[in-house]
């Protein structure tokens, strides 16, 4: 049985906690990079999730909506390892038209492993971005928070 899904959002910030498992890892058992991403994706979801917006939901509506990455910028600044438990922050920065803009951070401890600057749009089921809904953005206003106390958390000593 594995760990209960150990997540808070305060002021903002989502918390995510997740282990590095084996399948996680290359040969030496660092984090491959690509998996970063995987964890990073999870925290962004689970943050909807906590807020109360559900991908699957969004995609049965009668004018179905999904996600999509935009631009990524990352920064790779030190490796995780298997077994460690890692924290993926997000926060949600603003909302425009069709946009979000989202920074997140891996941490183990208080030192930051990976940082993002995600941009995110809202989009049809043909693939054209649309303006977010009312009912998604009343969902998500809640929780955005500012960058700088997002910066102010993960820097935090």
Request: glycine content about 6%; some cysteine; charged content about 20%.
């Amino acid at each position: 049985m594995g760990d209960p899904l150990q997540q808070s959002i305060q002021n903002g910030i989502h918390n995510l906690t997740v282990r590095v498992y084996y399948e996680d890892t290359d040969f030496s058992g660092v984090v491959y990079h690509a998996n970063y991403l995987r964890f990073a994706e999870r925290g962004r979801s689970e943050f909807l999730h906590a807020c109360g917006i559900h991908h699957s939901d969004l995609f049965s509506r009668p004018d179905p909506l999904a996600f999509t990455v935009v631009n990524m910028n990352i920064d790779f600044l030190a490796p995780a390892k298997i077994d460690d438990r890692l924290a993926v922050i997000s926060a949600y920065i603003f909302i425009k038209g069709a946009r979000l803009h989202i920074k997140q951070a891996i941490m183990l401890g208080s030192q930051i492993l990976w940082r993002a600057d995600v941009h995110v749009a809202c989009i049809t089921a043909a693939g054209r971005p649309v303006r977010m809904p009312k009912d998604v953005t009343s969902l998500l206003e809640p929780h955005l928070t500012q960058e700088e106390h997002f910066l102010n958390f993960i820097n935090k000593p």
